[in-house]
């Protein structure tokens, strides 16, 4: 029996496309094949575009009370069915109950605060002017038109909400582009979001294969009924869509990869940072893109910290790695970095015959780690961190020296440094070049209020809280002669 | 004898460069070639992003006060030395006194409204946390680096210094890249901020012939460290730009074309609508992308402004334009549309023998133009104006007619409408798909205080006051474990 077709969703409602085109979505640890998927032709996008253009009229005149009383319920619909998202995206990838539950958390967090923004970010403003009496400024926020979305497949519902979240609130419409990899996942925002009472056309998902993406996409970004463009993803596909949302002339958000770094100073307290390693290392497999890739550490406690790491080690689990060209990536680095001299500090490797079945890996930490092995400088997205021990540099303090092989890296997303001295980590804070700098905690996590986005090659543009609204916003000044 | 070289400005000194590759400015007018200008080989262009970048090591650590101490001086030596402007730019282009005079006065307005919207731009934020006493959230502004900035020739001095004020106001570092029109009129800043005190290396300014542009463009916006574009010219270059900056991920302002229009409402006083597009459609020959290029209005008032244009219209007269080929195409414009049946309401046509010695054009309006003509929809960016006069559709109000001809256009930076009733005019300005409307002014005009950036293919980003500032910043969120 050939898998059930999954539809697009457009105008409020399941599309009726054909399978011409359909690809199958293929669970990487099971094998199964729980769907196909539907893919956007010219037609399907010119429907969808259509489809939020005409909301648009409607929705943009929509009063900030009518749109944060829809955010508050899709919060609300979100909670009672968190079901369905663990179902889903349970079809599509193998993903713990822990995980689903703490995105879903942190997803109706994040509507909510969003529903909550809506009238600081749409508040305006009358700057003074050398006019006098004569003129008068308004500055008004308006919406910009249709936005068109794009999230991954690794934190599917949290990121895919993101990008659909603040165009709405700031009145424009949206046409999101899931994941190839799970569809299904994030086409339940349709649903719910209609259930929660947004008007037919204000949220228009659609689907394509791998193959034809760049076709649909730039197709999407040409017209010129799209106002904005958002990304979540990797840097090589981010550099594309910039190219083609800056020579389309569309503003744009790009939340790229992290590489992230743990910098521990010779004061941190080393069992915190050793728990702390191995759950956001190890979380949804490290296919997060905030997760711990490098523990940067001075000469003076190196000893010591992989003492505590091997000390506080839990027991030797594997992750489920989402596709198996990933797998098999990240296997060649571990290998190729054991075999120039690496230090297996906790986990076991290779994968067993089990994990490489279930296209899995173990959770592992390597030390001994040299700039000549390719995984020094590779983000892996996969449940491997690396343990860095730098020497100063004549002239250079052990603190300089670790802040400097902190931001040896293309990527700029999140870093954590550790100290009990919290003066001493802000002042060197101001040095990491990073969009978030997380003190004494791990670099997964996202509050719903602040600003969450990168510099560098992790891209730009950020969302959350009133700021994040306002990106999707355009600034009309009005200049008035008295 | 040859004319003089003009040196690129690196390091807070001329270069001394070789003069391979230069090219000679020639006045369009006179024919003069008052200097030839070296070009930017790959050499400089990293000399003057290493001095840049050196520079910033130091400029971002600046207090706000000592930025603001330095931009202050600027608008008191520009002040002092406007008379350079004049004759630097003079030599260049044909432009009047009175223009340079304006320019100069909005030039200082600016440069000192930055330097007093430096603390408000850089005060961060202490957003509330669901994690209460757990953790304290704080979102800094920072400097991100080496900014380069991209200014034309028509504003040459205040849109030059637009993208020199808000990188440098935020601690950021500036490579600017002249206009090859003006390049000695916009070199000027560099003895203008080190006379003011700006320390070594803050600002570079490098100049490449048309030829080799492209690649100097892309040489230096693919440095890594290069952070953050701004552009200020065509729609055509600035796709180019846009797509650039977006491959390399690198945040971007991009100011483009205007084709404005006015609205002329049926209360509107005629009068002044009259002498406000004599006023603003021919200043500086019409080449300003702010610059009045339609006239929009009902059949209902069509004949009584006809009437108000040949009962105000000043003798007539002509206009520099700043290039022989754009001389040419303007010509081709109003050619085709005068063949077409295109009615000449102010103004003679075709150029004396005169004007077309000396680059000039008559200033202009044309009525009966209708959308086969390709001057109805191409901005011409020339001292011509023409009038649109509308019929609304069927169930279509007479204003929403005259709105709709507004936004017919790919272009949206600026609008004015006229009319005597504030309130309706502000209500269609809603609907009026444009960065700036001015309401009974005229389309030229810039307050330092309010944002000014357009939407579709104007480009996005904006200039000015605190926000203006904060496109050149970085928010860095410090996430903080309690």
Chains 1, 2 share one sequence.
Not at 245 to 251: D, E, R, V
Not at 296 to 321: C, H, M, R, T
Not at 406 to 420: K, P
Request: aromatic letters at 6%; charged letters at 20%; hydrophobic letters at 40%.
């Amino acid at each position: 029996m050939s898998p059930p077709l999954l539809q697009h969703w457009i105008n409020n409602k399941s599309t009726t496309a054909s399978d011409s085109g359909a690809y199958v979505v293929t669970q990487p640890n099971s094998g199964n094949t729980p769907h196909s998927v539907a893919s956007a032709d010219d037609g399907i996008v010119d429907d969808a575009i259509s489809s939020a253009h005409e909301a648009f009229k409607s929705w943009r005149k929509t009063t900030h009370d009518q749109r944060r009383d829809v955010l508050m319920r899709v919060a609300q619909v979100t909670r009672r069915r968190a079901g369905e998202f663990y179902e889903a995206w349970g079809s599509e990838m193998d993903v713990s109950q822990f995980f689903v539950d703490f995105l879903v958390g942190i997803t109706c967090d994040l509507i909510e605060t969003t529903a909550s923004c809506i009238i600081p970010a749409m508040t305006g403003d009358i700057p003074p002017t050398k006019r006098g009496n004569e003129a008068l400024y308004l500055c008004e926020r308006e919406p910009l038109g249709v936005c068109l979305a794009m999230a991954p497949w690794n934190g599917a519902i949290y990121l895919s909400v993101k990008g659909i979240l603040s165009p709405l609130a700031a009145g424009n419409t949206v046409v999101l582009r899931t994941s190839e990899v799970t569809p299904k996942t994030q086409l339940l925002w349709g649903s719910i979001f209609k259930e929660a009472g947004l008007p037919d056309g204000c949220l228009n998902i659609v689907h394509s294969s791998r193959d034809s993406a760049p076709h649909v996409v730039e197709r999407i970004i040409s017209d010129d009924r799209i106002r904005h463009v958002s990304f979540t993803g990797s840097s090589n596909i981010g550099r594309q869509i910039g190219k083609m949302a800056g020579y389309y002339l569309k503003p744009c958000i790009l939340e790229l990869g992290g590489e992230c770094p743990i910098l521990v100073l010779d004061d941190a307290d080393l069992t915190k940072v050793a728990n702390d390693t191995f759950m956001h290392a190890w979380l949804n497999s490290g296919q997060i893109c905030m997760a711990i890739e490098r523990v940067v550490v001075g000469a003076s406690n190196f000893d010591a910290l992989i003492e505590a790491f091997k000390k506080n080690a839990p027991p030797q689990s594997s992750s489920s790695i989402a596709m198996c060209s990933s797998h098999e990536r990240i296997v060649g680095l571990v290998d190729e970095a054991l075999s120039k001299g690496a230090e297996l500090v906790v986990g076991s490797w290779p994968p067993s015959k089990e994990d490489v079945e279930t296209n899995k890996l173990p959770n592992i930490l390597l030390a001994n780690v040299t700039p000549e092995m390719r995984i020094w400088s590779e983000e892996t997205f996969g449940p491997i961190a690396i343990v860095q021990k730098v020497q100063p540099k004549q002239d250079e303090s052990a603190d300089d020296a670790i802040v400097r092989q902190g931001n040896d890296t293309r990527y700029g997303l999140v870093a954590s440094i550790y100290s009990r001295d919290l003066g001493r980590a802000i002042k060197l804070g101001r040095d990491i070049e990073v969009g978030v700098l997380r003190i004494n905690e791990g670099t997964v996590g996202d509050e719903a209020t602040a600003p969450f986005g990168g510099t560098k090659d992790s891209g730009f543009g950020f969302y959350n809280g009133a700021d994040g609204i306002r990106h999707c916003t355009q600034v009309k000044t009005y200049s008035i002669a008295l």
